[in-house]
């Protein structure tokens, strides 16, 4: 079975990337392949016969591993097969167990894949019109995207930190989720770009998927593992369906942000181990939990944020024996203490601008992100209830815009429930989810880059992952006595339809339900670039200097998330001098210090006033390359004589 599970999940990242050869397919296989037999020599701590749960470890196992080899051996592949050498041993015993083939899971592997696959079927195409012509039909962060995976994968970036600013010390940040794409990348020689559209991204949404899939099996056994993720093919875009609020969009936050899915697959499967280790109390399992919880942070530190509270809280409430008043007051001092955490980080912020601090993220979600189903009523909350008051409505608005249909639904079958007392401990875990998103919405710290919706946005899609699927539990144990009554036939013909119905109503939505419906965001997607920098990329990537790094003419200060040197960079994989700097400059550390000062020898180049002053200044900063992007630049060289090479309204000028 494991065969056959390394065949559908390959086969559907392969159909996305089918234009990098078949070298490449069969680098994904073995993959896939030993991200499954990582989970299962892992399966030994937790007992959970499940697959889709092993890929969910597997991955997180890989992904960390890769990042550990990196740290210490940057740009070697030998830690690599080192690493499938020890993993065929650890599963040695697999040549002397008897296969077993299960319909059940085998059929779901094939949903998954499927589900991937259609997701993602696109990205090929979108990619291939930039190339052409420009035109980035996604959200511009995915350029920043692939120059962090080319600090891994390409020789002029390896071990240089930052690419956005060469040669300064990078943070380990949520890096891990790119390492498998970005081995890939390494040992197939795959631009930077292209590891990340066609490899990295269906990745991700493949281990989403994987990770709903252990969820809903955990709460329901098969047929609900089936129907979860047939839910959120039906929906990929809850939030169109109320407030229709683009900046809480379902689908469009997993392609800005692809790291997403693979925080939600890692964040699904430590909420079924706790799950499993509510039911049967086993130390393999707590530590699995806590395990995969920390994984999250150097994969999606914003998902971490989130679910380490919600992870915390579960165990504390989900310790055998205790009655459900103990459980009751044990959450609400979970959550005061919280708060109180929450407050102790953040005390500078709250005591410079406390109502600022509390209320401008919500107040951005509701009030600038036009046009919505709901463009008046903040105005008028505002006007009527004060700020505060506006504040404490509008989080509850953005559960509802993020959750869409679930929200309702999930509250009308709970209910009943939750009178009748046919909720078990591990039920509470929804519920304290949507409080710790609550509380963080208000609460969350503000990063160094000074972006407040970083912690408190983020993370959204974990809501409708989580609630989704214990609406569908909630509404299981509703029809309980229906459910009883049909054939188990029936029934999987049943799950089958729907499933096979989710997939082909999905292939005709989701590419519209990714297009972001924000005013704003016309300046970050579906963005047009100078078809010539493609030629300027291949330039700067020929060069045969040691540590090359290049700086572009008339940076501007303003750009944060995308500039023509990230567009560069992606498409080199050589490090920018100084790239994006808004997001650096405003740090007050010595990465903040230095992007000023390198913003500052950027302004010298761009209005040096000969060659040799430019080439006196680029010796100095150590810069391979001066480009320039328009006529008006480097006016001491009108003809670009000088360039190394030119061609429309880009040229490239090199130091001595």
Known sequence: ???????????????????????????????????????????????IDDPFFGFIVGFALVSHMLLVADLFFPGKVWPVYLYLAVVCLANYDIFHTRWSVRPAPIAIAFFASAFAFIWCEDVGTRLGVFRQTGRLQFWVDIIVHAGTIAQFAVDNSIGRGMVLMADAPRPLYHVAGYMPAAVIARIFDIPPLDA???????????????????????LGGWRMAALALAAIALIPAPEKLTLGNGMLGFSWLLETAPGT????????????????????????????????????????????????????????????????????????????????????????HLRAGPANFLFSYVEFVHLSNHPTNYDTLYPWLTSTFGR?????????LILIGTLGPWLPIFLLFALPQVIKGKLLSY????????????????????????????????????????????????????????????????????????SALALVAMSYDIAW???????????????????????????????????????????????RIIDDAAVLTALSGVPAYISCPQSLIVRDDAIGIEAKRRMTI??????????????????QEKITYFVTTNNNQAPFDSRRDAAIWKNGVVAIYKSR
């Open 1 to 47: 079975m494991i065969l056959i599970f390394s065949l559908f999940f390959s086969a559907a990242l392969s159909g996305v990337a089918w234009s990098l050869g078949i070298g490449l397919q069969a680098g994904i296989f073995v993959l896939v392949l030993a991200t499954i037999l990582s989970g299962r020599a892992a399966s030994r701590l937790t007992r």
């Open 196 to 218: 990340a559209v066609l490899i990295w991204m269906p990745l991700g949404i493949l281990t989403m998927a994987a990770g709903i899939v252990t969820l809903g099996y955990a």
């Open 261 to 348: 899915p693979y925080s939600l697959g890692i964040s699904c499967g430590a909420i079924a181990a706790l799950v499993y280790w509510i039911r049967t109390p086993r130390l393999g399992l707590l530590v699995t939990t806590c395990a995969l919880v920390a994984a999250c942070f150097l994969v999606r530190v914003n998902t971490f944020i989130w679910l380490a509270p919600v992870i915390a809280l579960g165990i504390a409430c989900g310790m055998p024996g205790l009655s459900r008043r103990s459980r009751a007051i044990l959450l609400a001092a979970g959550l005061v203490c919280l708060c109180i955490f929450l407050i102790a980080v953040s005390w500078p």
């Open 388 to 396: 505060a008051g506006a504040a404490v409505i509008g989080v509850g």
């Open 427 to 498: 039920d509470m875990i929804p519920f304290i989810l949507l409080a710790v998103a609550s509380i963080l919405m208000l609460l969350a710290p503000i990063p160094k880059n000074g972006d407040i919706s970083e912690f408190r946005h983020r993370a959204g899609p974990i809501l409708v992952v989580v609630i989704s699927v214990w609406t569908l539990r909630f509404i299981w144990l509703t029809v309980s006595q229906f459910r009883m009554s049909v054939s188990k036939r029936v029934s999987w013909a049943m799950t089958s339809a729907v």
């Open 513 to 559: 339900s990714r297009v972001p419906t924000m005013g704003w965001a016309k300046d970050a997607y579906d963005e047009r670039f100078e078809p010539t920098l493609f030629q300027a990329a291949a330039v700067l990537k020929s060069g045969t200097d040691t540590n090359p790094r290049f700086v572009v003419a008339d940076q501007s200060a303003a750009a």
């Open 602 to 619: 950027a302004e010298k180049l761009s209005s040096a006033p000969s060659l040799d002053a430019l080439q006196a200044i680029m010796t």
